[in-house]
């Protein structure tokens, strides 16, 4: 995939979540996430920080925690996940997240990043997978590149996984057919995904 086709992908998902997102009232905000312990306002808190931190105010906020970032993560959540809903949109909308490349995975990190939290408030809202084919398509892949296991530890080998809603396959043995939606939150370690029985 090119940069560039990387690139629109990234600001795309953005875009979508927040068009997803924005009708919604305060009480689905404070709604749980698919992520334990999170509401679906420390979810997009925690995926719009480069929105509100830069590099070098994030790194002293890391450097606060003992440069433990799930600790640091889960603090910023918490505190950030108090901002109004319309602070939050403009957060998804911003330049800064359209562009930002997530340090150690670049954009393919950020795309990855996206499409995951947005499944982690999406789909407990009953909104369904808001993003396009080609991005789902495309972390499907990346959650699958290492082998017989997920970039999340999850254990692949022995199943021959199919999206029902576009056109991708991976793996050979078990059938298991399920939405690209339901594939990337069990590939990703999520409740409530596809179930990986051999």
Do not use: K, N
């Not at 009232?25 to 334990?36: F, I, Q, T, V």
Request: overall charge negative; glycine content about 10%.
């Amino acid at each position: 995939m090119s940069t560039s086709t990387l690139d629109a992908l990234v600001a795309a998902e953005f875009t979508a979540l927040a068009d997803a997102l924005e009708p919604l009232g305060p009480d689905r905000w404070s709604a749980d996430s698919l992520c334990a312990g999170w509401t679906v306002a420390h979810v997009v808190a925690h995926l719009t920080m480069a929105a509100r931190y830069p590099a070098d105010r994030f790194a002293a906020e890391l450097a606060a925690d003992g440069y433990d970032f799930t600790r640091t993560s889960d603090r910023l959540a918490a505190a950030d996940g108090t901002l109004l809903p319309t602070a939050l949109i403009a957060d998804l909308r911003s330049d800064t997240m359209a562009s930002f490349a997530q340090p150690g995975g670049g954009m393919a990190g950020s795309l990855s990043h996206v499409v995951i939290h947005g499944l982690d408030v999406t789909v407990p809202l009953a909104l369904g997978r808001v993003g396009a084919d080609e991005a789902a398509a495309a972390v499907l892949d990346q959650l699958v590149a290492p082998g017989g296991r997920t970039v999340f530890g999850v254990d692949t080998a022995g199943l021959a996984l199919s999206a029902t809603d576009l056109a991708w396959t991976h793996g050979r043995g078990t059938p298991v057919a399920a939405s690209a939606a339901e594939l990337i939150l069990a590939l990703a370690g999520r409740q409530g995904g596809a179930r990986l029985v051999r």
